[in-house]
């Protein structure tokens, strides 16, 4: 079941330089679309979010981008800090409350 | 800040034994999941709850697993016999009705030997 991609496994980016990580979706019926940042023997933070009505959202440092035609969508951090290095999740979900379905994370190192 | 406990944080047990996994879900929140990540892989969708029965679950979640939730704060997994391929971190996860974003736990390490 690969519902939700993340095709790039790591991801390494300088302090200070922007950290952008991709994920790309088959399903359609998707219409919310979140990102998890999750430290090691941590559970999943919930970080941003976008609905499948935007095409983008903005909270401080990060920006969620949508392109629904292409199914894919992408996280931008900038500038990258140290304490953001962690691995990053992108999850989906067809309705409010119901499960989410998770790519299989990109682990981000941003070194100084 | 209020948060997703779980407990315990690790548990050992051997082969077809039974576990029961906790969690305290956020107090005003309403529906509750189980989710599960075996080492290596990504974060797979168990069950979830709401109003007191399931409301949805994967096809991982057989008849070896149930959930209860025995009083009005805690959360349990309970898996009947264990096998080695139940291994995983176990998230529980909370919301409110008609919010998308999920609130996890810490999580906790399953270890069946």
């Known amino acids: 079941d690969q519902q939700v991609k993340q095709n790039s496994p790591s991801l390494s980016v300088q302090e200070g330089r922007i950290s952008i990580l991709n994920c790309d979706y088959t399903?359609?019926?998707?219409?919310?679309f979140l990102w998890y940042k999750k430290y090691p023997a941590e559970g999943p933070t919930f970080l941003i979010s976008?609905?499948?009505?935007?095409d983008k959202n903005e909270d401080g440092r990060f920006t969620v981008f949508l392109n629904k035609s292409a199914k894919h969508l992408s996280l931008h951090i900038v500038p990258s800090q140290p304490g953001d290095s962690a691995v990053y999740f992108c999850?989906?979900?067809?309705?409010?409350?119901?499960?989410?379905?998770f790519g299989t994370g990109t682990r981000l190192q941003v070194t100084l | 800040e209020p948060e997703v406990t779980q407990t315990p944080s690790h548990q050992v047990t051997q082969m077809g034994q039974e576990v029961i996994l906790r969690c305290v879900p956020i107090?005003?929140?309403?529906?509750f999941y189980w989710y599960r990540q075996i080492l290596g892989q990504k974060v797979e969708f168990l069950v979830s709850?709401?109003?007191?029965?399931?409301?949805?679950k994967s096809e991982i979640f057989d008849d070896q697993f149930s959930v209860e939730r025995p009083d009005g704060s805690n959360f349990t997994l309970k898996i009947r016999s264990t096998k080695l391929e139940d291994s995983a971190m176990y998230f529980c996860?909370?919301?409110?009705?008609?919010?998308?974003?999920?609130?996890f736990g810490p999580g906790t390490r399953l270890t069946v030997t």
């Open positions: 996860a909370s919301t409110i009705p008609l919010s998308y974003e999920q609130y």
């Open positions: 399903n359609s019926m998707f219409d919310y």
């Open positions: 976008i609905s499948s009505i935007k």
């Open positions: 999850a989906a979900s067809r309705s409010a409350a119901s499960k989410l379905t």
């Open positions: 107090s005003n929140h309403l529906y």
């Open positions: 709850f709401y109003n007191n029965e399931i409301s949805e």
